[in-house]
């Protein structure tokens, strides 16, 4: 299972950011290369992004790279200097349809033989942030098996449907919900967009929650001070986990009885409980392994 709860973005033109980054205990960094590198520095940021690779993952974090978007000419060569051994994934902004992400997967079987990368490995987080890519995001979220989770933006988003972006995010209620259901169904992690707010942690903490209580595993972050709330946030806590526990043992008991259902705590336990619990189990066992 792959554990994205915090995916941090560090600017890829900037190397002092860059060589803390991995120590900041996100789950995965997003060396950038598009909005926060400015059309002057995007070979400098490529050169810097290349070279940090394995410096970046030794601190613990996967190393994803947020390229530019294959429309404006510049993910040729954003790729070509990335996809190396390290590289655990790519970002993909400003994802539209389906076409996008397999479009951004055949230039990465290229690559990958090319540069002596793994055929397969470079996994793959479209980045939803247009009305039209809400629309389809359950062509985008199953378009390829690279596809290990789908993102939000909801500032490019909010810009797209010509609406203020407000910290309460009334305007964000019905894509995030639509994304987050697609990933589900497909069978990938849902990334829910950033908190604006770094230096507001009840903010950081109610927003958290309300995606997580929508279906999102993980959250994009723009500062490291974000951190270690949302990975507290999105992990199963130990109370949950032991509960967790203590259904799958007692539906396990009784199924072995020819019992269907059961009542444990004054409470009804059926198989899509079961289920639930178990789903529990196994994010607390992939954060531990992944700690």
């Keep these: ?168 995010g009334a305007e964000l209620a019905y894509p995030r919900a639509r994304i987050a259901v697609a990933a589900r169904a497909s069978g990938v992690l849902a990334i829910d967009t950033p908190c604006l707010q770094v230096r507001d942690d009840d903010r950081l903490t109610a927003d958290t929650r309300a995606a997580r209580q929508l279906g999102f595993r993980g959250k994009l972050l723009i500062h490291p001070s974000q951190v270690d709330t949302v990975n507290e946030l999105l992990s199963p806590s130990d109370n949950d986990v032991a509960y967790a526990r203590k259904v799958v043992d007692a539906f396990e008991a009784a199924r072995a009885k020819g019992l269907g259902a059961i009542s444990l705590d004054g409470k009804m336990i059926d198989v899509a409980n079961f289920q639930q619990a178990k789903d529990v189990l196994a994010a607390a066992d992939a954060i531990a392994a992944h700690r």
């Design 1 to 168: 299972m792959i554990v994205l709860r915090t995916m941090l973005f560090t600017p890829g033109n900037n190397m002092r950011m860059i060589a803390k980054s991995g120590d900041r205990g996100a789950d995965a960094v997003i060396l950038d290369l598009e909005d926060s590198v400015p059309i002057p520095d995007k070979e400098t940021g490529r050169l810097f992004v290349r070279d940090a690779l394995a410096d970046v993952a030794a601190g613990g974090s996967q190393v994803y790279v947020r390229i530019n978007a294959l429309s404006t000419g510049l993910a040729d060569d954003d790729l070509a200097w990335i996809v190396r051994p390290g590289l655990s994934g790519i970002v993909q902004p400003k994802a539209e349809r389906a076409s996008d992400v397999t479009d951004l997967c055949a230039r990465l079987d290229a690559l990958e033989s090319e540069h002596g990368v793994n055929a397969g490995t470079v996994r793959v987080v479209p980045l939803i942030e247009t009305a039209l890519g809400v629309e389809n995001a359950g062509d985008i979220a199953g378009a390829s098996e690279r596809v290990v989770a789908v993102a939000f933006g909801g500032v490019d988003f909010s810009r797209d449907m010509g609406v203020e972006l407000t910290p309460q």
